[in-house]
């Protein structure tokens, strides 16, 4: 039988500040699961959660995995409400007009500075 995935872990230095934020972005709920570990999932249960846990060492690189955020509405409004969340605006980006699905997406940053990705459903081309 193939194995699921339980959740996306994020290591923290204040796990509760950055679990309250994706909880704030996502519309989904915070749950304290361990001291200083919280988890943050879809209040229907739908999909995998984010799990939140307080590591001694600080980040130090570009993640090489980041979360792609969607929206229905106009994107420069979602990156205002995740600006005003506690986001931090690194860029606005657009795939060249040659590409065969070309996306508009806008790169942010979380509280303790993880990258991720902001794009809309009125740009994003290509997908199923």
Same mark, same amino acid.
């Given at each position: 039988?193939?194995?699921?995935?339980?959740?996306?872990?994020?290591?923290?230095?204040?796990?509760?500040?950055?679990?309250?934020?994706?909880?704030?972005?996502?519309?989904?709920?915070?749950?304290?699961?361990n001291?200083?570990?919280?988890?943050?999932?879809?209040?229907?249960?739908?999909?995998?959660?984010?799990?939140f846990?307080?590591?001694?060492?600080?980040k130090?690189?570009?993640?090489?995995?980041?979360? /792609?955020?969607? *929206?229905?509405?106009?994107?420069?409004?979602?990156?205002?409400?995740? =600006?005003?969340?506690? $986001? %931090? &605006?690194?860029?606005a980006?657009?795939?060249?007009?040659?590409?065969?699905?070309? /996306?508009?997406? *806008?790169?942010?940053?979380?509280?303790?500075?993880?990258?991720?990705? =902001?794009t809309?459903? $009125? %740009? &994003?081309?290509?997908?199923?």
């Amino acid at each position: 039988m193939p194995a699921t995935l339980l959740a996306v872990i994020v290591d923290c230095h204040d796990p509760l500040r950055v679990a309250e934020f994706w909880a704030e972005a996502l519309a989904w709920k915070v749950t304290e699961r361990n001291p200083d570990e919280y988890g943050v999932r879809d209040p229907a249960g739908h999909d995998p959660g984010l799990y939140f846990m307080k590591v001694p060492e600080p980040k130090t690189g570009k993640n090489r995995l980041h979360l /792609d955020v969607l *929206t229905a509405g106009p994107l420069e409004d979602e990156v205002a409400r995740l =600006v005003e969340a506690g $986001a %931090t &605006l690194v860029e606005a980006r657009q795939d060249p007009a040659s590409f065969a699905n070309p /996306d508009t997406w *806008t790169v942010l940053r979380d509280p303790e500075g993880n990258e991720f990705c =902001v794009t809309s459903t $009125a %740009t &994003l081309t290509g997908w199923d």
